[in-house]
């Protein structure tokens, strides 16, 4: 089973306008990660967050964790067009490897 | 060089046909990664390679055959798919699986091959 579910499924808004999407996860983690992947293409890794973090910059992406909620949230701020992506949380899961979350498709409006 | 090169871009096989993708990276990372992607799903793992040895195979059944000749090069063979095997296979790499800390790895990721099985 996934280990992450990302809220909201799919967004939609207007260029400029911040977007905001939210990660939980079922057990502890010593990290939660952020990737973007454009339609067709290979994942991109964003940022990366440890657990003792609470908040993590990293230009227009700002990247919160709160491990008693077990949750993660991800802000980007004064969206482009080339923001219009998927989203997708990660989160070790055994031996060493990574479980993708369910994804936000994010759609930019111009 | 911090890029995972996947060939081919694009593949379209019968079920009988055997074929292979190839995933290459020059960043020495000593662990990569087969996914399987389906449309609006997130990746889900099939095979890590860590120091050139099969270390997870996510119960992929048997037509699916990777092999890791070098520290760089990553392959999956495929041989009598089935229609519903088409998706988009992505590789990627990372530093090390059994890094010193319990941190896990960032992976890089390539473009993907889109595989379609007729």
């Known amino acids: 089973s996934q280990q992450g579910e990302e809220d909201p499924q799919a967004l939609s808004i207007q260029e400029g306008e911040n977007a905001t999407m939210n990660c939980s996860y079922k057990?502890?983690?010593?990290?939660l990660q952020w990737y973007r992947q454009n339609s067709g293409r290979g994942l991109v890794h964003l940022i990366l967050?440890?657990?003792?973090?609470r908040e993590k910059h990293s230009g227009r992406l700002r990247v919160t964790l709160d491990t008693s909620k077990k949750s993660s949230s991800l802000l980007i701020t004064a969206s482009r067009a080339a923001d219009t992506a998927s989203y997708f949380c990660?989160?070790?899961?055994?031996?060493?490897?990574?479980?993708f979350g369910s994804g936000t498709r994010l759609s930019i409006r111009p | 060089d911090t890029e995972v090169t996947q060939t081919p871009k694009h593949l379209v096989m019968g079920m009988t046909n055997k074929k292979s993708l190839k995933c290459e990276q020059h960043?020495?990372?000593?662990?990569m990664y087969w996914y399987k992607q389906k449309a609006k799903k997130p990746p889900e793992l099939m095979f890590v390679?860590?120091?050139?040895?099969?270390?997870i195979n996510e119960s992929v059944p048997s037509r699916f055959s990777p092999e890791c000749p070098n520290s760089s090069l990553l392959n999956l063979h495929l041989h009598a798919l089935q229609p519903e095997d088409s998706a988009l296979y992505l590789c990627?790499?990372?530093?090390?699986?059994?890094?010193?800390?319990?941190?896990?790895?960032?992976?890089?990721f390539g473009p993907g091959t889109r595989l379609t099985v007729l």
């Open positions: 990627a790499s990372s530093q090390d699986t059994r890094a010193a800390t319990p941190y896990t790895d960032t992976q890089y």
């Open positions: 057990t502890s983690i010593n990290n």
């Open positions: 967050i440890r657990s003792n973090e």
């Open positions: 960043m020495g990372h000593r662990a």
């Open positions: 990660a989160t070790e899961g055994s031996a060493s490897k990574i479980i």
């Open positions: 390679y860590s120091y050139e040895k099969l270390s």
